[in-house]
């Protein structure tokens, strides 16, 4: 029984040392033979330093070093999951904020009770595991000093072997040397980016006081879109890689071909171009922070320094020159104060647009739905003065297991419809096992907030309507693949030749697909340059 202990005790040990902190497609997919078959200098190194040390001081390390590799596995699935889903590592400092939002999306996609699961499932790992093997280290540490001399041997055998098989990059399966040194990496990277997290919250306040539009009166705000209502469409997910990628851009070209055509055809000229967005996989709010504000908000430190200060916003500048400003947010099941500071006048969120329909997962209804109350309480009302609306499109969300029809404008009521018209959706737990299906629903979900837009503004948008619609982040990367960058589409579209005049020198192309050259800009630089290139005079 205590020869298995301790065997258990020591697999574990090693299984924390030698797992990476992301998960490749051979990592997550299958136990490759080879692939964890790796020797692991901090093992080698903490039984050195247990068994250079007297009993007493050899216990109270073996607790530490149990503790520390604890708190590193722990740190390491935070990574797995921040890699999977956001593209980019843990951040110690900065990202804790993120883990209760996470909450919040699992609530909005599959019920409290699984995020309450969920979020208890990883509270008990994080006690858990530290501790679990922290008693490891502790019998392992035990039974070396038990068997000093035969342990001191193994050790020193074992340096002269990971000196060997690192000399000679010895790797039995790709990108897992023999020799390993994943956990001591791991630590060091994280050990290195908290200063710079801790300093990063000095360098954005800095950056809070630059504004170059700060000073400049209502009157020389918007000058050129004066008496025109500009709509911004926000198509959550909507990346380059549903352009690029073969099999996405199958489904999702020929919807965005068939728009411009639509959209030619009753008068509307269109130019595209890409931003890079701040986020990646979700945090949608980082994006369009960064996009509103003309600053780089990667963090949610940044964005509440950002939320809770006075900076002009793309928004604001249309309300402090005249115009009504109105948000449109279907995701929002709450108040959301954000508002005020992005200087909206009015907020229509799930709970004020009228909708009596199914849920679509995340999405609390479809886009056509939220386009036609749109037109119905806001756009189509008789009277009004110009317009500048922000509408977020969440059909695109993940998980898109649902995809709502596009149907007759006419037959969309209070979305009571869609309970007989919508097609049944796919198990999540089977779609997501099947990535290439998953890419094609994915690409038709985007097809679909982009045609509800375009037979939107086709069928009711004015000769004075200005349509900005542009892409928050790129998908997870199941969906999006790997190293598949930052960029979003962004297009405007206008009836009047004079709008897209003013944009003549930004280089971006016709149509509402961006070419492989297409100019690429920071999402943050949208800001400054529309305010530039529509003020001044007319």
Known sequence: MAGALTAVAALLVFVALVVPDQLGRYWAEAWVPGAFLRLPIEGIIGAALVLALPPRPRRVAALLLGLGLGVLTVLKLLNIGFIAVLGRRFDLILDWPLLGDGVNALTATYGRPAAVAAAVGVAVAALVLPATITLAVWRLARVAGRYHRAATRAVTASVAVWVAFALVGTQLFPGAPVASDTSAAMAKRTIVKVPASLRDQKRFAAALRTDAFAGTPPAGLLTALRGRDVVFGVVESYGRSALTDPQMAAVLGPALDAGGRQLAAAGFAMRSGYLTSSTYGGGSWLAHASFQSGLWIDNQQRYRQLVSGDRLTVAGAFHRAGWRTVAVEPGNKKYWPEGEFYSYDEVYDSRNLGYRGPSFAWSTMPDQYTLAAFQRSVYGVPGRGPLMAEITLTSSHEPWTRIPPLIDWGAVGDGSIYRSVTPPGAKRSSLWKDPAR????????????????????????????????????????????????????????????????????????????????????????FRDRFLTAFGGSQ
């Open 438 to 525: 998953l890419r094609g629903r994915y690409a038709a979900s985007v097809a679909y907030s982009v045609s509800s837009l375009v037979d939107w503004a086709v069928r009711y948008g004015g000769r004075n309507l200005v349509l900005v619609v542009y892409g928050d982040h790129q998908a997870v990367p199941i969906v999006s693949g790997a190293n598949a960058g930052h960029d979003v589409p962004v297009t405007i579209i206008a009836r009047d030749p004079a709008v897209l005049d003013r944009i003549a020198g930004w280089g971006w192309q016709p149509g509402l697909r961006p070419g492989q050259r297409a100019p690429v800009w920071p999402i943050d630089a």
